[in-house]
Protein backbone atom coordinates (compact mmCIF):
# COMPACT_ATOMS: atom_id res chain seq x y z
CA UNK A 1 0.00 0.00 0.00
CA UNK A 2 1.54 3.23 -0.91
CA UNK A 3 0.85 6.85 -2.26
CA UNK A 4 1.67 7.06 -5.84
CA UNK A 5 2.06 10.75 -7.99
CA UNK A 6 3.07 11.13 -11.47
CA UNK A 7 3.47 13.95 -14.43
CA UNK A 8 3.48 13.90 -17.63
CA UNK A 9 4.16 16.77 -20.12
CA UNK A 10 2.27 15.04 -22.97
CA UNK A 11 1.58 18.30 -25.49
CA UNK A 12 4.27 19.65 -27.15
CA UNK A 13 3.94 23.22 -25.74
CA UNK A 14 4.21 22.09 -22.16
CA UNK A 15 6.98 22.70 -20.02
CA UNK A 16 9.41 20.10 -18.82
CA UNK A 17 8.19 18.20 -15.72
CA UNK A 18 8.48 20.43 -12.45
CA UNK A 19 10.30 17.88 -10.20
CA UNK A 20 9.82 20.30 -7.14
CA UNK A 21 5.95 20.28 -7.59
CA UNK A 22 5.75 16.29 -7.77
CA UNK A 23 8.37 16.21 -4.65
CA UNK A 24 5.22 18.37 -2.81
CA UNK A 25 2.23 16.17 -4.36
CA UNK A 26 4.42 13.33 -3.01
CA UNK A 27 5.31 14.33 0.36
CA UNK A 28 1.40 15.55 0.78
CA UNK A 29 0.78 11.91 1.20
CA UNK A 30 3.79 10.74 3.87
CA UNK A 31 1.60 8.94 5.88
CA UNK A 32 0.18 6.28 3.17
CA UNK A 33 4.88 5.02 2.51
CA UNK A 34 6.64 5.43 5.38
CA UNK A 35 8.97 2.88 4.92
CA UNK A 36 10.37 4.65 1.91
CA UNK A 37 10.10 7.35 -0.61
CA UNK A 38 11.42 6.94 -4.31
CA UNK A 39 11.35 9.48 -7.62
CA UNK A 40 12.17 8.25 -11.31
CA UNK A 41 12.05 10.96 -14.14
CA UNK A 42 12.96 10.44 -18.17
CA UNK A 43 15.71 11.29 -19.04
CA UNK A 44 14.09 14.04 -21.58
CA UNK A 45 12.17 15.40 -18.41
CA UNK A 46 8.79 14.72 -20.10
CA UNK A 47 7.43 12.16 -17.45
CA UNK A 48 8.11 11.64 -14.04
CA UNK A 49 6.85 9.21 -11.02
CA UNK A 50 6.84 9.41 -7.41
CA UNK A 51 6.59 7.41 -4.87
CA UNK A 52 5.77 6.96 -1.23
CA UNK A 53 6.10 3.25 0.37
CA UNK A 54 4.28 0.92 3.10
CA UNK A 55 6.21 -2.40 2.86
CA UNK A 56 3.54 -4.96 2.91
CA UNK A 57 4.80 -7.47 0.74
CA UNK A 58 8.53 -8.38 -0.66
CA UNK A 59 9.94 -5.92 2.53
CA UNK A 60 13.30 -5.63 1.12
CA UNK A 61 14.59 -2.67 -1.85
CA UNK A 62 13.66 -4.88 -3.99
CA UNK A 63 10.02 -3.82 -3.80
CA UNK A 64 10.70 -0.32 -3.70
CA UNK A 65 9.50 1.40 -6.27
CA UNK A 66 8.97 3.70 -9.13
CA UNK A 67 10.01 0.22 -10.16
CA UNK A 68 11.59 -0.22 -13.38
CA UNK A 69 11.72 -3.22 -15.96
CA UNK A 70 15.33 -3.21 -17.63
CA UNK A 71 13.54 -6.01 -20.67
CA UNK A 72 11.53 -3.00 -21.83
CA UNK A 73 12.20 0.32 -20.31
CA UNK A 74 9.00 0.63 -18.55
CA UNK A 75 8.55 1.96 -15.15
CA UNK A 76 5.68 1.68 -12.68
CA UNK A 77 4.52 3.33 -9.24
CA UNK A 78 1.81 0.83 -7.68
CA UNK A 79 -0.63 1.66 -4.79
CA UNK A 80 -3.04 -1.89 -3.69
CA UNK A 81 -2.41 -5.40 -3.62
CA UNK A 82 -2.54 -7.96 -5.84
CA UNK A 83 -3.80 -10.90 -3.96
CA UNK A 84 -3.16 -13.65 -6.91
CA UNK A 85 0.34 -12.08 -7.27
CA UNK A 86 2.01 -15.62 -6.70
CA UNK A 87 0.11 -17.50 -8.99
CA UNK A 88 0.54 -15.19 -11.84
CA UNK A 89 4.15 -15.07 -11.16
CA UNK A 90 4.74 -19.10 -11.70
CA UNK A 91 2.50 -18.84 -14.76
CA UNK A 92 5.16 -15.97 -15.89
CA UNK A 93 8.22 -17.96 -14.67
CA UNK A 94 7.06 -20.87 -16.41
CA UNK A 95 6.26 -18.91 -19.64
CA UNK A 96 9.94 -17.71 -19.84
CA UNK A 97 10.21 -13.87 -17.63
CA UNK A 98 12.99 -13.16 -16.18
CA UNK A 99 11.77 -12.25 -12.07
CA UNK A 100 14.10 -10.31 -9.84
CA UNK A 101 12.12 -11.04 -6.95
CA UNK A 102 9.03 -11.91 -5.05
CA UNK A 103 6.91 -8.45 -5.84
CA UNK A 104 3.46 -8.37 -6.79
CA UNK A 105 4.47 -5.04 -8.05
CA UNK A 106 7.01 -6.73 -10.38
CA UNK A 107 4.18 -9.04 -11.71
CA UNK A 108 2.40 -5.74 -12.91
CA UNK A 109 5.48 -4.87 -14.94
CA UNK A 110 5.78 -8.27 -16.61
CA UNK A 111 1.88 -8.84 -17.18
CA UNK A 112 1.78 -5.29 -18.68
CA UNK A 113 4.62 -6.48 -21.18
CA UNK A 114 3.51 -9.64 -22.43
CA UNK A 115 -0.69 -8.68 -22.30
CA UNK A 116 -1.02 -4.39 -22.27
CA UNK A 117 -4.33 -3.91 -21.11
CA UNK A 118 -5.53 -7.26 -21.40
CA UNK A 119 -3.64 -8.02 -17.49
CA UNK A 120 -6.46 -6.26 -16.27
CA UNK A 121 -8.69 -9.32 -15.63
CA UNK A 122 -6.33 -11.31 -14.64
CA UNK A 123 -5.91 -9.42 -10.82
CA UNK A 124 -7.39 -10.10 -7.99
CA UNK A 125 -6.69 -7.56 -5.63
CA UNK A 126 -7.15 -3.60 -5.23
CA UNK A 127 -5.10 -1.15 -7.17
CA UNK A 128 -4.28 2.27 -8.53
CA UNK A 129 -1.07 1.94 -10.70
CA UNK A 130 0.66 3.81 -13.77
CA UNK A 131 2.84 2.81 -16.21
CA UNK A 132 5.43 4.50 -18.07
CA UNK A 133 5.24 2.48 -21.62
CA UNK A 134 8.92 3.16 -23.21
CA UNK A 135 8.12 1.70 -26.25
CA UNK A 136 4.62 3.57 -27.13
CA UNK A 137 5.60 6.78 -25.42
CA UNK A 138 2.63 6.49 -23.56
CA UNK A 139 1.25 6.39 -19.75
CA UNK A 140 -1.14 3.97 -19.01
CA UNK A 141 -2.99 4.11 -15.66
CA UNK A 142 -5.88 1.85 -13.89
CA UNK A 143 -7.91 1.31 -11.61
CA UNK A 144 -9.04 -1.98 -9.84
CA UNK A 145 -12.76 -3.03 -10.44
CA UNK A 146 -14.60 -1.76 -7.63
CA UNK A 147 -12.76 0.93 -7.19
CA UNK A 148 -11.33 0.11 -3.75
CA UNK A 149 -8.31 2.24 -4.32
CA UNK A 150 -8.03 5.42 -5.37
CA UNK A 151 -6.71 7.51 -8.42
CA UNK A 152 -7.25 11.13 -9.55
CA UNK A 153 -6.22 13.13 -12.47
CA UNK A 154 -5.92 16.63 -13.52
CA UNK A 155 -5.62 17.58 -16.71
CA UNK A 156 -5.18 20.97 -18.28
CA UNK A 157 -4.55 20.01 -21.70
CA UNK A 158 -0.94 19.75 -22.07
CA UNK A 159 0.21 18.07 -18.63
CA UNK A 160 -1.60 15.02 -17.14
CA UNK A 161 -0.89 14.74 -13.18
CA UNK A 162 -2.04 12.11 -11.17
CA UNK A 163 -2.24 10.90 -7.27
CA UNK A 164 -3.24 8.74 -5.02
CA UNK A 165 -4.92 11.77 -2.83
CA UNK A 166 -6.91 14.79 -3.96
CA UNK A 167 -5.35 17.29 -1.24
CA UNK A 168 -1.56 15.71 -2.80
CA UNK A 169 -2.94 17.22 -6.31
CA UNK A 170 -3.49 20.04 -5.11
CA UNK A 171 0.09 21.15 -4.24
CA UNK A 172 0.54 20.80 -7.79
CA UNK A 173 -0.56 24.01 -10.04
CA UNK A 174 -4.07 22.61 -10.83
CA UNK A 175 -7.48 23.98 -11.14
CA UNK A 176 -8.89 23.98 -8.12
CA UNK A 177 -11.83 26.17 -8.43
CA UNK A 178 -14.60 24.93 -7.48
CA UNK A 179 -16.85 22.17 -9.12
CA UNK A 180 -20.38 22.99 -8.34
CA UNK A 181 -21.50 19.57 -8.87
CA UNK A 182 -18.98 18.23 -5.69
CA UNK A 183 -20.08 20.42 -3.72
CA UNK A 184 -23.72 19.93 -4.38
CA UNK A 185 -23.47 16.08 -4.25
CA UNK A 186 -21.71 16.34 -0.69
CA UNK A 187 -24.57 18.03 0.26
CA UNK A 188 -27.42 15.67 -1.45
CA UNK A 189 -25.07 12.25 -0.34
CA UNK A 190 -22.69 13.10 2.46
CA UNK A 191 -20.14 12.23 0.04
CA UNK A 192 -18.80 13.66 -2.80
CA UNK A 193 -19.69 11.61 -5.88
CA UNK A 194 -17.16 10.14 -8.80
CA UNK A 195 -15.73 11.12 -10.87
CA UNK A 196 -16.17 14.23 -9.29
CA UNK A 197 -14.55 16.12 -6.12
CA UNK A 198 -14.78 19.68 -4.89
CA UNK A 199 -12.14 20.90 -7.51
CA UNK A 200 -13.19 21.77 -10.81
CA UNK A 201 -9.87 20.41 -12.14
CA UNK A 202 -9.32 16.74 -10.30
CA UNK A 203 -11.32 13.85 -11.01
CA UNK A 204 -11.34 10.57 -10.05
CA UNK A 205 -10.65 7.40 -13.03
CA UNK A 206 -13.60 5.22 -12.66
CA UNK A 207 -13.37 2.02 -11.18
CA UNK A 208 -12.46 -0.62 -13.46
CA UNK A 209 -11.43 1.62 -16.24
CA UNK A 210 -8.41 2.18 -17.85
CA UNK A 211 -6.84 5.28 -19.27
CA UNK A 212 -3.83 5.63 -21.76
CA UNK A 213 -2.28 9.20 -22.22
CA UNK A 214 0.68 9.67 -25.19
CA UNK A 215 2.25 12.21 -26.99
CA UNK A 216 -0.12 15.11 -28.04
CA UNK A 217 -3.40 13.67 -26.11
CA UNK A 218 -5.13 11.82 -23.10
CA UNK A 219 -7.97 9.37 -24.32
CA UNK A 220 -11.04 8.97 -22.32
CA UNK A 221 -11.67 5.65 -19.87
CA UNK A 222 -12.24 2.76 -21.02
CA UNK A 223 -14.00 -0.13 -19.11
CA UNK A 224 -12.17 -3.80 -18.44
CA UNK A 225 -14.54 -4.64 -15.98
CA UNK A 226 -18.75 -4.50 -14.91
CA UNK A 227 -19.44 -7.17 -11.68
CA UNK A 228 -22.99 -6.79 -13.08
CA UNK A 229 -22.53 -8.04 -16.83
CA UNK A 230 -23.37 -11.69 -15.83
CA UNK A 231 -26.95 -11.12 -14.65
CA UNK A 232 -28.12 -14.13 -16.11
CA UNK A 233 -25.73 -16.63 -14.11
CA UNK A 234 -26.70 -20.09 -14.04
CA UNK A 235 -28.74 -20.88 -11.09
CA UNK A 236 -26.87 -22.91 -8.26
CA UNK A 237 -27.37 -26.01 -6.24
CA UNK A 238 -31.66 -26.81 -5.30
CA UNK A 239 -31.06 -26.56 -2.29
CA UNK A 240 -30.70 -23.47 0.24
CA UNK A 241 -27.79 -24.98 2.29
CA UNK A 242 -25.94 -26.08 -0.63
CA UNK A 243 -25.67 -22.57 -1.56
CA UNK A 244 -24.85 -21.40 1.90
CA UNK A 245 -22.04 -23.84 2.08
CA UNK A 246 -20.66 -22.70 -1.63
CA UNK A 247 -20.83 -18.93 -0.56
CA UNK A 248 -19.49 -19.93 2.70
CA UNK A 249 -16.79 -21.53 0.73
CA UNK A 250 -16.12 -18.65 -1.31
CA UNK A 251 -16.11 -16.08 1.61
CA UNK A 252 -13.10 -18.15 3.34
CA UNK A 253 -11.39 -18.34 -0.29
CA UNK A 254 -11.43 -14.34 -0.13
CA UNK A 255 -10.24 -14.45 3.34
CA UNK A 256 -7.47 -16.51 2.92
CA UNK A 257 -6.44 -14.34 -0.31
CA UNK A 258 -6.80 -10.86 1.36
CA UNK A 259 -4.13 -12.00 4.05
CA UNK A 260 -1.38 -12.70 1.91
CA UNK A 261 1.00 -10.88 3.54
CA UNK A 262 4.83 -10.17 4.24
CA UNK A 263 3.43 -9.01 7.89
CA UNK A 264 0.99 -9.57 10.32
CA UNK A 265 -2.56 -8.91 9.28
CA UNK A 266 -5.70 -8.18 12.13
CA UNK A 267 -8.85 -8.17 12.22
CA UNK A 268 -11.28 -5.23 12.57
CA UNK A 269 -14.04 -7.05 14.84
CA UNK A 270 -17.45 -6.04 15.58
CA UNK A 271 -20.38 -7.18 16.91
CA UNK A 272 -22.19 -8.04 13.33
CA UNK A 273 -21.81 -10.89 10.97
CA UNK A 274 -19.68 -9.59 8.39
CA UNK A 275 -16.83 -9.02 10.61
CA UNK A 276 -17.31 -12.45 12.57
CA UNK A 277 -17.50 -14.19 9.53
CA UNK A 278 -14.28 -12.99 8.51
CA UNK A 279 -12.38 -13.53 11.65
CA UNK A 280 -13.71 -17.30 11.69
CA UNK A 281 -12.20 -17.78 8.60
CA UNK A 282 -8.77 -16.33 9.89
CA UNK A 283 -8.49 -17.97 11.93
CA UNK A 284 -8.05 -21.10 10.53
CA UNK A 285 -4.26 -19.43 9.06
CA UNK A 286 -2.75 -18.93 11.77
CA UNK A 287 -2.47 -16.48 14.92
CA UNK A 288 -5.56 -14.48 14.78
CA UNK A 289 -5.85 -10.66 16.05
CA UNK A 290 -8.54 -8.69 16.31
CA UNK A 291 -9.66 -5.10 17.70
CA UNK A 292 -12.86 -3.79 18.67
CA UNK A 293 -13.76 -0.09 18.70
CA UNK A 294 -15.99 1.21 21.53
CA UNK A 295 -17.80 4.41 22.43
CA UNK A 296 -17.96 5.21 26.28
CA UNK A 297 -21.49 6.78 25.26
CA UNK A 298 -22.56 3.39 24.81
CA UNK A 299 -21.45 1.64 27.47
CA UNK A 300 -24.27 -0.54 28.63
CA UNK A 301 -27.00 -0.16 25.91
CA UNK A 302 -27.90 -1.69 23.37
CA UNK A 303 -25.29 0.25 20.48
CA UNK A 304 -21.96 -1.24 22.25
CA UNK A 305 -20.72 -3.42 19.97
CA UNK A 306 -17.71 -4.63 22.48
CA UNK A 307 -19.44 -7.78 24.69
CA UNK A 308 -20.32 -9.52 22.22
CA UNK A 309 -17.26 -9.29 20.04
CA UNK A 310 -15.19 -9.85 23.29
CA UNK A 311 -17.36 -12.89 23.15
CA UNK A 312 -16.60 -13.70 19.31
CA UNK A 313 -13.12 -13.14 19.94
CA UNK A 314 -12.89 -15.69 23.12
CA UNK A 315 -14.38 -18.54 20.88
CA UNK A 316 -12.23 -17.99 17.84
CA UNK A 317 -9.38 -17.89 20.47
CA UNK A 318 -7.81 -14.09 19.15
CA UNK A 319 -5.45 -12.20 20.66
CA UNK A 320 -7.87 -8.98 21.17
CA UNK A 321 -8.15 -5.53 21.79
CA UNK A 322 -10.89 -3.30 22.86
CA UNK A 323 -10.39 0.37 22.50
CA UNK A 324 -13.14 2.58 23.52
CA UNK A 325 -12.99 6.47 22.74
CA UNK A 326 -15.42 9.02 23.86
CA UNK A 327 -15.92 13.14 23.39
CA UNK A 328 -12.23 14.18 24.52
CA UNK A 329 -10.43 11.88 22.68
CA UNK A 330 -12.47 13.29 19.58
CA UNK A 331 -12.13 16.31 20.75
CA UNK A 332 -8.09 15.76 20.63
CA UNK A 333 -7.91 14.13 17.24
CA UNK A 334 -10.59 16.07 15.52
CA UNK A 335 -7.73 18.46 13.95
CA UNK A 336 -5.93 15.77 12.75
CA UNK A 337 -8.76 13.71 11.78
CA UNK A 338 -10.05 16.66 9.38
CA UNK A 339 -6.60 17.34 8.54
CA UNK A 340 -6.26 13.59 7.07
CA UNK A 341 -9.94 13.36 5.26
CA UNK A 342 -9.10 13.88 1.68
CA UNK A 343 -12.42 14.55 0.94
CA UNK A 344 -15.52 15.48 2.95
CA UNK A 345 -17.40 12.28 4.54
CA UNK A 346 -20.13 12.23 7.34
CA UNK A 347 -19.09 8.54 8.16
CA UNK A 348 -15.23 7.94 8.33
CA UNK A 349 -15.01 8.49 12.02
CA UNK A 350 -15.04 5.24 13.53
CA UNK A 351 -12.64 3.52 10.94
CA UNK A 352 -10.24 6.24 11.62
CA UNK A 353 -10.06 5.51 15.17
CA UNK A 354 -9.99 1.73 14.63
CA UNK A 355 -7.34 2.12 12.09
CA UNK A 356 -5.46 4.47 15.04
CA UNK A 357 -6.22 1.27 17.59
CA UNK A 358 -4.30 -0.80 14.69
CA UNK A 359 -1.36 1.55 14.22
CA UNK A 360 -0.85 1.19 18.07
CA UNK A 361 -1.24 -2.48 18.26
CA UNK A 362 1.94 -2.35 15.75
CA UNK A 363 -0.48 -3.40 12.79
CA UNK A 364 0.13 -2.04 8.97
CA UNK A 365 -2.66 -4.47 7.61
CA UNK A 366 -6.13 -4.97 9.24
CA UNK A 367 -9.38 -6.92 7.21
CA UNK A 368 -12.68 -5.11 7.48
CA UNK A 369 -15.75 -6.37 6.75
CA UNK A 370 -16.45 -3.70 4.54
CA UNK A 371 -19.03 -4.80 1.54
CA UNK A 372 -20.74 -7.46 3.40
CA UNK A 373 -24.20 -5.54 3.62
CA UNK A 374 -24.24 -5.02 0.08
CA UNK A 375 -22.98 -8.11 -0.70
CA UNK A 376 -25.73 -10.07 1.08
CA UNK A 377 -28.19 -7.72 0.96
CA UNK A 378 -28.64 -7.29 4.10
CA UNK A 379 -29.10 -3.09 4.70
CA UNK A 380 -32.85 -1.80 5.35
CA UNK A 381 -32.43 -0.21 2.07
CA UNK A 382 -33.10 -3.92 0.45
CA UNK A 383 -36.55 -4.01 1.98
CA UNK A 384 -37.44 -0.34 2.16
CA UNK A 385 -36.85 0.73 -1.41
CA UNK A 386 -38.83 -1.80 -2.65
CA UNK A 387 -42.19 -1.43 -0.62
CA UNK A 388 -41.59 2.65 -1.19
CA UNK A 389 -41.89 2.49 -5.03
CA UNK A 390 -45.13 -0.37 -4.90
CA UNK A 391 -46.75 1.93 -2.15
CA UNK A 392 -46.58 4.73 -4.64
CA UNK A 393 -46.37 3.56 -7.90
CA UNK A 394 -49.98 4.27 -8.71
CA UNK A 395 -50.26 7.80 -7.92
CA UNK A 396 -46.04 8.32 -9.50
CA UNK A 397 -47.64 8.06 -13.00
CA UNK A 398 -49.95 10.91 -12.63
CA UNK A 399 -47.92 13.26 -14.59
CA UNK A 400 -46.05 16.10 -12.10
CA UNK A 401 -48.38 15.33 -9.72
CA UNK A 402 -45.67 14.52 -7.13
CA UNK A 403 -44.06 17.47 -7.67
CA UNK A 404 -47.23 19.79 -7.11
CA UNK A 405 -47.63 18.02 -3.62
CA UNK A 406 -44.37 18.55 -3.01
CA UNK A 407 -44.37 22.19 -3.71
CA UNK A 408 -47.65 22.53 -1.51
CA UNK A 409 -45.72 20.43 1.30
CA UNK A 410 -43.04 22.77 0.99
CA UNK A 411 -44.72 26.07 3.47
CA UNK A 412 -44.92 23.23 6.12
CA UNK A 413 -41.92 21.65 5.99
CA UNK A 414 -41.19 22.83 9.51
CA UNK A 415 -43.99 20.59 10.38
CA UNK A 416 -42.43 17.77 8.89
CA UNK A 417 -40.23 15.16 10.24
CA UNK A 418 -38.60 15.37 7.51
CA UNK A 419 -37.94 17.26 3.98
CA UNK A 420 -38.17 13.61 2.50
CA UNK A 421 -41.80 13.16 3.23
CA UNK A 422 -42.82 16.00 1.20
CA UNK A 423 -40.76 14.15 -1.79
CA UNK A 424 -42.35 10.74 -1.76
CA UNK A 425 -44.90 11.03 -4.37
CA UNK A 426 -42.43 12.71 -6.62
CA UNK A 427 -39.23 10.15 -6.43
CA UNK A 428 -41.21 7.04 -4.46
CA UNK A 429 -42.53 5.56 -7.61
CA UNK A 430 -39.25 4.62 -8.72
CA UNK A 431 -36.80 2.13 -7.62
CA UNK A 432 -33.90 5.04 -8.12
CA UNK A 433 -35.75 7.71 -6.63
CA UNK A 434 -36.96 5.47 -3.59
CA UNK A 435 -33.16 5.18 -3.21
CA UNK A 436 -32.46 8.34 -3.37
CA UNK A 437 -34.74 9.03 -0.91
CA UNK A 438 -33.59 6.42 1.40
CA UNK A 439 -29.94 7.60 1.09
CA UNK A 440 -29.96 10.85 0.41
CA UNK A 441 -28.76 13.49 3.27
CA UNK A 442 -30.23 16.29 2.06
CA UNK A 443 -32.83 16.54 -1.19
CA UNK A 444 -32.10 18.62 -4.15
CA UNK A 445 -34.59 21.65 -3.20
CA UNK A 446 -32.93 21.73 0.15
CA UNK A 447 -29.16 22.67 -1.33
CA UNK A 448 -29.68 26.19 -1.95
CA UNK A 449 -30.48 26.88 1.58
CA UNK A 450 -26.90 25.16 2.51
CA UNK A 451 -24.73 26.96 -0.08
CA UNK A 452 -24.34 29.11 -2.58
CA UNK A 453 -27.63 28.92 -4.47
CA UNK A 454 -26.26 29.10 -8.09
CA UNK A 455 -23.61 26.88 -7.27
CA UNK A 456 -26.41 24.64 -5.87
CA UNK A 457 -28.70 24.67 -9.20
CA UNK A 458 -25.44 24.15 -11.64
CA UNK A 459 -24.44 21.30 -9.39
CA UNK A 460 -27.77 20.03 -9.44
CA UNK A 461 -27.93 19.99 -13.10
CA UNK A 462 -24.41 18.53 -13.88
CA UNK A 463 -24.98 15.69 -10.74
CA UNK A 464 -28.70 14.53 -13.44
CA UNK A 465 -29.08 12.37 -10.61
CA UNK A 466 -31.59 10.45 -11.52
CA UNK A 467 -30.15 9.73 -14.69
CA UNK A 468 -27.06 8.62 -13.21
CA UNK A 469 -28.91 6.06 -10.67
CA UNK A 470 -30.36 4.74 -13.60
CA UNK A 471 -27.60 4.20 -15.26
CA UNK A 472 -25.70 1.86 -12.97
CA UNK A 473 -28.38 -0.38 -13.07
CA UNK A 474 -28.97 -0.72 -16.86
CA UNK A 475 -29.44 -4.19 -17.93
CA UNK A 476 -29.77 -5.51 -14.99
CA UNK A 477 -33.61 -7.20 -14.02
CA UNK A 478 -33.42 -8.31 -10.96
CA UNK A 479 -34.67 -6.00 -7.62
CA UNK A 480 -32.35 -7.62 -5.60
CA UNK A 481 -28.95 -7.57 -7.91
CA UNK A 482 -30.07 -3.61 -9.22
CA UNK A 483 -30.50 -2.55 -5.50
CA UNK A 484 -26.66 -4.28 -4.68
CA UNK A 485 -25.76 -2.49 -8.02
CA UNK A 486 -27.06 1.08 -6.43
CA UNK A 487 -25.52 0.32 -3.14
CA UNK A 488 -21.83 -1.01 -4.20
CA UNK A 489 -21.73 2.00 -7.00
CA UNK A 490 -22.91 4.98 -4.63
CA UNK A 491 -22.81 4.30 -0.85
CA UNK A 492 -19.90 1.71 -0.77
CA UNK A 493 -17.67 3.35 -3.84
CA UNK A 494 -18.17 7.02 -3.08
CA UNK A 495 -18.16 6.67 0.90
CA UNK A 496 -17.26 3.28 2.48
CA UNK A 497 -14.22 2.49 0.68
CA UNK A 498 -12.91 5.88 0.56
CA UNK A 499 -13.27 6.47 4.19
CA UNK A 500 -11.23 3.36 4.32
CA UNK A 501 -7.97 4.38 2.38
CA UNK A 502 -8.08 7.91 3.73
CA UNK A 503 -8.38 6.95 7.44
CA UNK A 504 -6.41 4.04 6.99
CA UNK A 505 -3.94 5.74 5.43
CA UNK A 506 -3.32 8.88 7.55
CA UNK A 507 -2.36 6.03 10.23
CA UNK A 508 -0.32 4.38 7.78
CA UNK A 509 -2.66 1.15 8.08
CA UNK A 510 -4.03 -0.85 4.67
CA UNK A 511 -7.35 -2.33 5.20
CA UNK A 512 -7.93 -4.76 3.04
CA UNK A 513 -12.07 -6.04 2.26
CA UNK A 514 -12.50 -9.74 1.59
CA UNK A 515 -16.32 -8.98 0.79
CA UNK A 516 -15.04 -6.83 -2.08
CA UNK A 517 -13.54 -9.34 -4.26
CA UNK A 518 -14.25 -10.71 -8.00
CA UNK A 519 -14.25 -14.06 -7.28
CA UNK A 520 -16.43 -14.06 -4.73
CA UNK A 521 -19.04 -12.02 -6.46
CA UNK A 522 -18.60 -14.36 -9.56
CA UNK A 523 -19.50 -17.48 -6.75
CA UNK A 524 -22.44 -15.26 -5.64
CA UNK A 525 -24.36 -15.03 -9.20
CA UNK A 526 -23.68 -18.41 -10.07
CA UNK A 527 -24.72 -19.69 -7.16
CA UNK A 528 -27.91 -17.63 -7.40
CA UNK A 529 -26.97 -15.60 -3.81
CA UNK A 530 -29.39 -12.48 -4.76
CA UNK A 531 -32.40 -14.89 -4.81
CA UNK A 532 -34.30 -14.66 -0.83
CA UNK A 533 -33.51 -17.99 -0.73
CA UNK A 534 -30.43 -17.26 0.82
CA UNK A 535 -28.93 -14.79 3.42
CA UNK A 536 -26.55 -13.91 5.18
CA UNK A 537 -26.84 -15.19 8.32
CA UNK A 538 -27.22 -18.99 6.65
CA UNK A 539 -23.88 -18.45 5.04
CA UNK A 540 -22.19 -17.15 8.21
CA UNK A 541 -23.79 -19.98 10.09
CA UNK A 542 -22.05 -22.47 7.33
CA UNK A 543 -19.01 -20.37 7.58
CA UNK A 544 -18.17 -20.06 11.65
CA UNK A 545 -21.07 -22.83 13.10
CA UNK A 546 -18.81 -22.76 16.48
CA UNK A 547 -20.14 -19.00 16.85
CA UNK A 548 -22.81 -18.78 19.91
CA UNK A 549 -26.64 -17.96 18.92
CA UNK A 550 -26.37 -14.52 20.63
CA UNK A 551 -24.36 -13.22 17.30
CA UNK A 552 -25.00 -15.41 14.87
CA UNK A 553 -28.57 -14.67 15.20
CA UNK A 554 -28.21 -11.13 16.22
CA UNK A 555 -30.66 -8.82 14.08
CA UNK A 556 -29.06 -6.53 11.62
CA UNK A 557 -27.54 -3.28 13.53
CA UNK A 558 -26.48 -0.12 12.05
CA UNK A 559 -22.35 0.52 13.47
CA UNK A 560 -23.41 4.21 15.38
CA UNK A 561 -21.12 6.62 16.11
CA UNK A 562 -22.23 9.32 18.74
CA UNK A 563 -20.94 12.11 17.02
CA UNK A 564 -24.05 14.31 17.61
CA UNK A 565 -23.29 13.55 21.11
CA UNK A 566 -19.73 14.67 20.73
CA UNK A 567 -20.53 17.60 19.02
CA UNK A 568 -23.36 18.54 21.25
CA UNK A 569 -22.80 17.88 24.68
CA UNK A 570 -27.01 18.03 25.67
CA UNK A 571 -27.96 15.86 23.03
CA UNK A 572 -30.16 13.17 24.14
CA UNK A 573 -28.59 9.39 24.01
CA UNK A 574 -28.95 7.48 20.92
CA UNK A 575 -29.85 10.67 18.12
CA UNK A 576 -27.46 10.27 15.19
CA UNK A 577 -27.72 14.00 13.29
CA UNK A 578 -25.34 13.34 9.76
CA UNK A 579 -27.00 16.29 9.05
CA UNK A 580 -25.29 18.55 11.38
CA UNK A 581 -21.55 16.78 11.11
CA UNK A 582 -21.94 18.01 7.13
CA UNK A 583 -22.20 21.23 8.23
CA UNK A 584 -19.34 21.60 10.03
CA UNK A 585 -17.53 19.67 7.47
CA UNK A 586 -18.60 21.51 4.63
CA UNK A 587 -17.81 25.15 6.34
CA UNK A 588 -14.21 23.29 6.81
CA UNK A 589 -13.66 22.09 3.30
CA UNK A 590 -15.10 25.25 1.77
CA UNK A 591 -12.84 27.66 3.59
CA UNK A 592 -9.87 25.55 2.04
Known amino acids: MCGIAGTFAYHRDSPNVDREELLRVRERMAARGPDGVGFWASADERVAFAHRRLAIIELSDAGAQPMGDPDTGNQIVFNGEIYNYELLRRELVSSGAAMRANSDTEVLLKLYARYGAGMLPMLRGMFAFAIWDAREQQVFLARDQFGIKPLYVADDGRSLRFASQVKALLAANVDARPEPAGHAGFFLWGSVPEPYTLHRGIRAIPPGHWVRAGRGSVAAPKPFHNAFEATKAEAGPDTRQQRAAI ?346
Open 247 to 592: VAAAVRDSVAAHMVSDVPVGVFLSAGLDSTMIAASASHLGKLRTLTLGFREYDGTPADEVPLASEAARTLRATHVVQRVSASEFAAQREQLLAAMDQPSIDGINTWFVAWMAAQQGLKVALSGIGGDELFGSYPSFRQVPRLRRSVSIAARVPAFGRTVRLALSRFSNLLPSAKYSGVLEYGGTLCGAYLLRRALFMPWELPSLMDAEMAAAGIDELDTLARLRASIEGIHDERLAISALEMRWYMKNQLLRDADWAGMAHSVEIRVPFVDTTLFRTMLAAAAFDTAIDKRMVAEAVAPQLPPAILRRPKTGFAVPIHQWLNPDAPPNVMNHRGWARVLYRRFAQN
